[in-house]
Each structure stands twice: as structure tokens, then as C-alpha cells.
């Protein structure tokens, strides 16, 4: 049974910073990892991902801002977000593809003054 479990979400302030992290279990090799955030209102959309063997992609809106990383040990990824703008405001989610699509239940990140 793959379980992926995000915390880090909060408030912060615009310019702020905040790391999320996934923790993902039941999965019996390394594979690509996803960041995605639904904005209040809006459709989900994908933000970041990181292969197996550790190349990273952003979407344009966060490039510069945001880093994915993973620890392969504690089978966890995270999300370190700098210079954060209140369009970043939503809900973050953590998935994965493994014969099927994996979701985590995501967590709140909110920026605002």
C-alpha cells in the first residue's frame, strides 16, 4: 500500500520561506516524485519533479524560488520555497506514479501580510 504524507504548510508572510516534506511508503523502487498546488478557486497544477536519478524540472512560475530535492534513505522529497508571493497560495500536493496515480492529502500553504 503506497501512502505519501506531506506536512510544512503554514502561514507566512510574502518573502517568507517554508519547506514542505512527503513522506512516501510502500514503494519498493526509486521513482519520479511531483510537486502540484491547487490555488484557491482553480484547477491543480504541477509545480516541480524530481527523477530517480535526481534531475529536477520546475514550472516557469516558481523557477528560482522553489527547490525539489529527496533523501533516498527516508524515502521523503521536499519542497524548499524562498521569496514566497501570495499567488503561491494554495494547497500543496505530493504525488507519484506507480502503476497507478498516487496523491498525498496535501497541506495548506497560505502567504499573506
Known amino acids: 500500500q503506497v501512502q505519501l504524507v506531506e506536512s510544512g504548510g503554514g502561514l507566512v508572510q510574502p518573502g517568507g520561506s517554508l519547506r514542505l516534506s512527503c513522506a512516501a511508503s510502500?514503494?519498493?523502487?526509486?521513482?519520479?516524485m511531483a510537486w502540484y498546488r491547487q490555488p484557491p478557486g482553480s484547477q491543480r497544477e504541477w509545480v516541480a519533479r524530481?527523477?530517480?536519478?535526481?534531475?529536477?524540472h520546475y514550472a516557469d512560475s516558481v523557477k528560482g524560488r522553489f527547490t525539489v530535492s529527496r533523501d533516498i534513505g527516508k524515502n521523503t522529497q521536499y519542497l524548499q520555497m524562498n521569496s514566497l508571493k501570495p499567488e503561491d497560495t494554495g494547497k500543496y500536493f505530493c504525488?507519484?506514479?506507480?502503476?497507478?496515480?498516487?496523491w498525498g492529502q496535501g497541506t495548506q500553504v497560505t502567504v499573506s501580510s
Open positions: 504525488y507519484t506514479a506507480y502503476g497507478r496515480d498516487y
Open positions: 510502500g514503494l519498493t523502487e526509486i521513482l519520479t
Open positions: 524530481i527523477t530517480p536519478g535526481g534531475t529536477t
